[in-house]
């Protein structure tokens, strides 16, 4: 069934579209979360006044181009995916800094940035000891993607459209990520999203669980978002009730790998070695470019697992939720599962 | 004699003086170097024509805040030092990143930012598979550094004022090195100085050689740098030349460690052990740091050397050229030499 995803008459393996935000990482203890109104692990939406207030109160940072679904797409253009990504950023420095590295990464990139309003989107990204990584967004210009930015065309043109949870935050997004659905649809190709996070997926159950039932071929989440979703007692009943839902869900558990579920089965596959865990920042998104990326290859679902796998490993290595190798590279040189 | 250097009645153990500079950080293998006019391990000055063009054919990023004597600061900030810096932003975007990264390391910056004129600086560095660095900068801003800008009391309060030899390239900044040394002479004060780069060396090579004669206490080089300067044939012959210029010069040697030199005494100190050597930049300019912060802290030499070689152990082992851990909680856990 998957292997007809490999729509070789497709110009595009992948189109992404997502929030374009510009992370700035820096370390903290777990102890300064709370005061910054953070909760571990999760996203936080905050304004352009609370941003400045919570830039001032971290340290020293690493600014890297970032936004979750943007990483998934550099991540599967470094894999190899012709793929490409729309997304709104402002003409200001952060801007042009993420078109040049996403661009840079391989991905074509046309959304026209806004010449007024506010400035590009920050992702304030605080790293605790144990690698984990929290966020406040500032969503900023991404938020003024509306459906004039989604090219019919291209959209019409990828084999899988994959649209990020977050995007249901900004209304005028949410339009545009209904708009991508239906073409996709219309033009026989397939949709991908992922849940994005814990809080997103509260926010937008009863929408999300519409969606999926009427357009989602592939979703993404981790346990929490999943449990969220179903709002099961467990992740073995939450597992049981998404079963069938769309063509195959694969849900990402960290360190013990992943659970790709399809109406007919559900396969368990391991996380891949990673010798310094430095920054989760990624993961996720990674794993959705090995996977998407084995997906729109042809390849089984267990080796697009193992793709997100070994794709997930690298980011998680380095501070930044970019790739710093080529993944084809790496996955050619990783020992098979 | 360097215990003197403790000087407990200074408000600052350590004023640094620079050009203030973000980084950006890609990867690239070594073929690409000559075709962007590089040169392999040193820093080319570019224009900001040539800048635009460097950026557009370098892979994604990751900026950084850097600038070789802020990043120096910023270390010895993280051993535990007071310390401040002087230098030159643009009110911009990366001007701001700049300044947030210097305050939230503990640096007291104070230098207003220009409101008009070229924007901040960067530097655009360029990673190769071995680890090396290689810069294209643009000094922007930094090079409106002017005396204006060097306040006469907080050099005077500072037991070390730390130079760097790329202050040398902008006229403006050479004359507010020189004031700087001037006020720091008078009060009493030690003056370091980094020669920074060969092809700076042989830029301000007669200049140098005055300066270290008139009124350097504490030289920093590396071998090529320090070869250039006194322009010997070999490394043995470069140390007994410079023994006694200064009363200290501390010649970097990658993984050879370092060597110090007095003019009673050639001490040879091993690098600390790297585990994953993944960017070179910023090796010298946190060797720096360690050593000065052993020097104001009235630690022996070799002791401000094993402390350089930590910190500079740290900032190797990962992008970019500021410490991403406590350098003071590292030094106190590593084993002494």
Redesign the interface.
């Known amino acids: 069934m998957m292997a007809a995803m490999a729509a070789r008459d497709a110009e595009l393996d992948l189109l992404g579209i997502g929030n374009a935000i510009v992370d700035v990482l ?2 903290a203890d777990e102890a300064s979360l709370a005061g910054w109104g953070l909760e571990k692990g999760t996203m936080t939406l905050i304004d352009a006044g609370q941003a400045e207030v919570l ?2 109160a ?8 970032g936004g979750s679904c943007a990483n998934t797409i ?1 991540g599967a253009a470094s894999l190899g995916a012709r793929v490409g990504y729309i997304g709104k950023v402002r003409d ?3 801007g042009r ?1 993420f078109a ?3 661009r ?2 391989g991905v074509s990139f046309r959304t026209p940035a806004a010449s007024d309003g506010p400035g590009t989107a920050r992702c304030l990204i605080v790293v605790t000891p144990d690698a984990q990584r929290t966020m406040g967004t500032y969503l900023g210009a991404s938020a003024e993607l509306g459906p004039d930015d989604v090219d019919e065309a291209l959209v019409a043109s990828a084999a899988i459209t994959y649209l990020e949870g977050y995007l249901w935050d900004p209304p005028a997004a949410k339009e545009a990520f209904r708009k991508a659905v239906e073409i996709a649809r219309g033009a026989g190709r397939r949709v991908a999203l992922t849940l994005s996070d814990p809080f997103c997926v509260e926010r937008h159950r009863d929408e999300f669980s519409e969606l999926i039932a009427d357009g989602v071929d592939v979703l993404f989440a981790n346990e929490a978002e999943l449990v969220s979703l179903v709002q099961a007692a467990s992740f073995d009943e939450a597992v049981a009730a998404v079963r069938g839902r769309c063509e195959v869900v694969a849900v990402t558990r960290s360190e013990l790998g992943s659970v790709v579920i399809t109406a007919d089965d559900v396969q368990a596959v391991p996380a891949a070695a990673v010798e ?1 865990l ?1 920054d989760t920042t990624g993961a996720g998104d990674l794993y959705a470019a090995g996977f998407l990326h084995g997906l729109t290859a042809g390849r089984p679902l267990p080796e697009c697992a193992w793709l997100g796998a070994v794709a997930a490993a690298e980011v998680i290595s ?3 939720a ?1 790739p ?2 080529s993944l084809a590279e790496l996955a050619a040189a990783a020992p098979r599962p």
Chains 1, 2 share one sequence.
């Open positions: 820096s370390r830039y001032a971290t340290g020293p940072g690493v600014e890297v181009s550099a200001d420095e952060l800094t040049h590295d996403l840079a990464a310094h430095i380095h501070f930044g970019r710093q190798v």
